[in-house]
């Protein structure tokens, strides 16, 4: 399994962030770097008002003034939308490349963020109490303002890659009709010939108490499907109220859905992953990830893990309601009701088997005449790019030239740290590279606590030193990858 190779890398041993002293930004290039994110941060790629077209225009006038040819900058797309979603697709090309291309792909785009709900302007770049603010400071413009100061400082020094390298800065990762990547894939077939790509967008440099623990390399990520629930009745005056009111109804199926979570289930990823992760992690947590391990799992570790979110959604299948939609007046019962499930299934997994559990689960919650409809929702909003019976895509291998200088730029860092690999439980837009036949791998470079994700949230935010660590650590793994 591939998953076990790469333990090959792996040493246990955590160092305080304190503790590192190199690499490090100039003061100069931290001020560039600071420069880039908050431009980005500051122009709004929402899905509703904003331009992932804009962000790509001012990263093509940047890069066109560090010394790229206007020629090896494309911002191309569909027209929809007024020409909002665009992408930018950089090449540095070899002057004699020997092996295949190396595609990095990170999103423009970022999700909806009210400014009501918010302490700060989300779209106004803030420095305050030691975080960078903002939407999009986790997710995941603090990489594309990376990748795009790793690519400015690098043209300056005069770095010629040995292979070529291509950019994709793209739209609608977090839902549209446009997703960037699945577009460059079937517009520029040959970033199909790339040897591996890098995705920002996984992965985990997990911190905790101010210590690196782990770089935690995705390996595999859930299926994203969306379900709906629909329950329908006759409705009527609210003067005259029944039992079968179609709002109580739904309201059952989804208290029923919020008591049934699916079982644990480990594959060879995440079992690698409780394995080797347990040598990181407190006595507590650390003795319940081996005794998920058993066969069959402890009850007492599966409860414990199941408390965090992210060991939670590790462990098991995931849905949850996200919308509810239904009514037409105050004074009325309405004769329908509908509420969006969205689930994150296990690799292995299809979407009709999950609608079938579902089923189940709401089955007996149904009264004659009003049964809840439980159907797979299949739209353009949708990351997954699998068909309904489609059960994920397999890891990836164990490429030594993209792990090595992994291990290699991580130790400059965290000497010893442990590279362990992961699942996603979230999804990204490696589902589509995967699809391709791409073997691509999550790596983040920004140290983070998983006690402040705030990823979609409100007050996004990053700390300070962990961006400026990401920069430099893209910069070098950029070099090391493309001397290979």
Not at 25 to 45: C, H, K, V, W, Y
Not at 237 to 250: A, E, G, R
Not at 448 to 466: C, I, T, Y
């Amino acid at each position: 399994m591939p998953a076990r190779k790469l333990l090959a890398l792996i040493l246990l041993a955590t160092i305080p962030l304190a503790a590192q002293s190199t690499p490090k930004l100039s003061d100069p290039d931290r001020a560039l770097a600071r420069e880039i994110f908050a431009e980005l941060i500051n122009t709004n790629t929402s899905h509703s008002v904003g331009s992932t077209t804009a962000a790509a225009e001012a990263i093509a006038t940047r890069l066109r003034a560090a010394g790229f040819p206007a020629d090896d900058l494309a911002i191309l797309g569909p027209d929809s939308v007024s020409g909002k979603r665009k992408n930018l697709l950089v090449h540095w090309p070899a002057k004699s490349a020997t092996e295949k291309p190396i595609l990095f792909i990170c999103h423009l785009d970022v999700v909806e963020a009210p400014r009501s709900e918010w302490q700060t302007d989300p779209f106004v770049f803030t420095e305050k109490d030691g975080y960078f603010y903002g939407r999009g400071t986790q997710d995941i413009k603090d990489a594309d303002a990376a990748l795009v100061t790793s690519l400015v400082l690098l043209r300056r020094a005069g770095f010629e890659p040995a292979r070529d390298l291509y950019f994709a800065f793209t739209a609608d990762e977090e839902g549209g009709p446009d997703n960037g990547v699945d577009w460059l894939l079937k517009h520029r077939p040959e970033l199909k010939n790339a040897a591996f790509v890098i995705n920002p967008d996984a992965g985990t440099l997990e911190v905790q108490d101010g210590k690196a623990v782990a770089m935690e390399i995705e390996a595999t990520e859930k299926i994203y499907s969306d379900y709906e629930f629909r329950v329908a009745g006759p409705g009527g005056h609210s003067s005259l109220p029944t039992t079968d009111n179609v709002i109580y109804q739904l309201s059952a199926a989804l208290l029923k859905l919020r008591a049934s979570p699916f079982p644990v289930e480990l594959n060879a990823v995440t079992r690698e992953y409780f394995s080797r992760s347990a040598a990181t992690q407190p006595a507590p947590i650390a003795a319940a990830m081996r005794g998920v391990l058993n066969t069959p799992p402890d009850p007492e570790a599966v409860a414990t893990l199941s408390k965090d979110r992210l060991y939670n959604a590790t462990l098991r299948t995931t849905c949850v309601a996200t919308r509810i939609q239904g009514g037409e007046a105050n004074n009325a019962i309405p004769a329908e009701v509908t509420a969006n499930i969205n689930c994150r299934i296990l690799p292995g997994h299809s979407p009709e088997e999950v609608r079938q559990d579902l089923i189940r689960i709401v089955s007996d919650n149904n009264v004659p005449g009003n049964k809840i409809q439980v159907s797979y929702v299949s739209n353009a909003n949708s990351i997954n790019a699998t068909a309904p019976d489609g059960k994920g895509n397999p890891p990836p291998p164990p490429l030594p030239q993209v792990l090595d200088p992994l291990a290699a730029v991580t130790h400059q860092f965290f000497p010893g740290l442990p590279i362990i690999p992961d699942m996603e439980t979230g999804a990204s837009d490696s589902v589509y590279t995967t699809a391709a036949g791409i073997p691509s791998y999550g790596i983040s470079g920004f140290p983070q606590d998983p006690n402040d994700f705030r990823f979609h949230a409100r007050d996004e935010r990053l700390r300070v030193e962990s961006y400026y660590t990401g920069v430099e650590f893209y910069r070098l793994y950029i070099q090391a990858l493309a001397k290979n």
